[in-house]
């Protein structure tokens, strides 16, 4: 069985930081494309950022690029998502989610086919 579980959300104040962990077992995880999702109240899910199997390639979506990085460490198999300079526009469910065949860079949705549960991070002001 595949198992993928966040940690690291809860509440911070405006301009802080969190480091958000994914653990994965099950499955060879450095075979995996990883990603973090996230998803606001009333608002579809979005990717936040992806990684690629040995880490040397990255995405992220343009509006968070130099707030936020993505990185993994396949001896533990952990991805992490460093997020700085939190604001209230960044609260929502964040995902992680991992995709064994990866039809293209940056790996559409589609192709995750293991998500954990989420992790709630809330940025208050």
């Known amino acids: 069985q595949v198992l993928v579980v966040e940690s690291g959300g809860g509440l911070v104040q405006v301009g802080g930081s969190l480091r958000l962990s994914c653990a994965a077992s099950?499955?060879?995880?450095?075979?995996?494309?990883m990603g973090w999702f996230r998803q606001a109240p009333g608002k579809k899910r979005e990717i936040v950022a992806a990684?690629?199997?040995?880490?040397?390639?990255?995405f992220y979506t343009d509006s968070l690029k130099g707030r936020f990085t993505i990185s993994r460490d396949n001896a533990k198999n952990t991805v992490y998502l460093q997020m700085n300079s939190l604001n209230p526009d960044d609260t929502a469910v964040y995902y992680c989610?991992?995709?064994?065949?990866?039809?293209?860079?940056?790996?559409?949705?589609?192709?995750?086919?293991?998500w954990g549960q989420g992790t709630q991070v809330t940025v208050s002001s």
């Open positions: 989610a991992g995709a064994t065949v990866a039809s293209r860079w940056p790996t559409p949705e589609y192709d995750y086919d293991v």
């Open positions: 099950g499955r060879t995880f450095s075979s995996d494309v």
């Open positions: 990684i690629n199997r040995s880490g040397r390639r990255t």
